[in-house]
Nanobody
Framework: QVQLVESGGGLTQAGGSLRLSCAAS????????MGWFRQAPGKEREFVAA????????RYADSVKGRFTASRDNAKNTAYLQMNGLKPEDTAVYYC?????????????????WGQGTQVTVSS
């Protein structure tokens, strides 16, 4: 069982930056690939980024590539999403999730544990 708690969301202007954190409970954090997803009002939840168990491999959605960076600190049981160059279309609730799959999947159905989400709002 893994419990995930996101933090770091907020309101910022276009071009600004935010860093989301995802704190995990339990001693098996390093056993999970971590993913980030987002859901805007009226839209389906979509893949944003994923990071491997060791943190040396990442994968991004085309819409955030070059602007967002996923990282993790297994000693602190925490995953991060650094978001730079934010755009109004990045406005959404952001979720972190954990999957036992050994690969960087962007499929929601393969993630077993989910956080409660944190709101990110980018004004123009």
């Amino acid at each position: 069982q893994v419990q995930l708690v996101e933090s770091g969301g907020g309101l910022t202007q276009a071009g600004g930056s935010l860093r989301l954190s995802c704190a995990a409970s339990g001693r098996t954090f390093s056993s999970y690939v971590m993913g980030w997803f987002r859901q805007a009002p009226g839209k389906e939840r979509e893949f944003v980024a994923a990071i491997s168990r060791s943190g040396n491999i990442t994968r991004y959605a085309d819409s955030v590539k070059g602007r967002f960076t996923a990282s993790r600190d297994n000693a602190k049981n925490t995953a991060y999403l650094q978001m730079n160059g934010l755009k109004p279309e990045d406005t959404a609730v952001y979720y972190c999730a954990a999957t036992p799959r050994p690969y960087l999947t962007g499929s929601l159905n393969e993630y077993v544990y989910w956080g409660q989400g944190t709101q990110v709002t980018v004004s123009s």
